[in-house]
């Protein structure tokens, strides 16, 4: 039987890099889950809440609410934002009754990407896809790491991936100095957070960073396009779609 699922798109995905969502699209699909879209969707509040503005998150989050009628999974493909929905929103109503309940409600069908690939559709590698030698590394944001342990989803779906080799690097565990506002009030910090962030990489020799959260990609990508290091970056879903023979090589 086909299932049902909503895609939450995420705003950086949206804005920066729909490349990723498209893909996850393409993978879930492939895999037999009919995604549907809400076009409504805008944030999830993380910004706000991470820079201790409830009030802020709260409306965001609210806008959101109604968006998702049926009683299907809500597939996040970041990691930051699906732990966002899952652990706090119901922290934001929880002196409302009726939206307190909502939003539990909401947050209990939140899946990150790869959770969902992993332990409910328990994806594997579609027979006859190209295989094809790549050395890459993996990186997890923080919060993603933490509260969504999407690490471990990451390593198990890249290390099925036939002819990959997943290098780790010493700093894989380090936060890649985004953190959101984190990297606008400490621009130093985190200007020097991401480059030993993608010095550790380069010395692998690897040439592709692969994670399910797009704006780290984006802080990564940046900084080593700013360095002249040869580090392409691409999402857990476009690695994935790729892999298995549905898109050309990602730059």
């Known amino acids: 039987m086909t299932r049902n699922v909503y895609l939450f798109g995420t705003c950086v995905i949206d804005l920066f890099m729909p490349q990723a969502g498209l893909d996850a699209v393409r993978v879930l699909e492939a895999a037999g889950v009919t995604v549907h879209y ?4 805008s944030c999830c509040g993380q910004p706000a809440w991470s820079s201790g503005n ?4 709260r409306a965001v989050a609210r806008a959101q609410l109604d968006l998702f009628p049926e009683p299907w999974p809500i597939i996040v493909p970041s990691g930051s ?3 966002m929905m899952r652990k706090h929103w119901h922290e934001l109503f929880r002196d409302d009754p009726v939206l307190g309940a909502q939003a539990q409600a909401v947050a209990e069908r939140v ?4 959770a969902f690939l992993l332990h409910v559709l328990e994806w594997t590698m579609p027979a006859g896809a190209p295989i094809v030698s790549e050395d890459v590394v993996l990186h997890t944001s923080c919060s993603a790491r933490r509260e969504m342990g999407t690490r471990a989803h990451g390593v198990a779906l890249v290390d099925a991936v036939p002819g990959v080799t997943r290098v ?3 700093r894989e565990s380090e936060c890649c100095g ?4 984190f990297s606008i009030k400490h621009a130093d910090i985190s200007g020097a957070m991401v480059t030993d962030k993608v010095a550790s990489m380069r010395a692998t020799g690897c040439r592709r960073v692969v994670s399910a959260d797009c704006a780290c990609l984006l802080n990564i990508g940046h900084a080593a396009q700013h360095q002249g290091a040869p580090l392409a970056v691409e999402h857990l879903a476009s690695f994935l779609w790729r892999r298995i023979g549905g898109a050309g090589e990602q730059a």
């Open 168 to 170: 780790e690097h010493e």
């Open 111 to 114: 899946y990150e990407f790869g």
């Open 178 to 181: 985004f953190g959101g506002s």
């Open 38 to 41: 809400p076009r409504g969707q």
């Open 81 to 83: 934002c699906a732990g």
């Open 54 to 57: 409830p009030d802020e998150a």
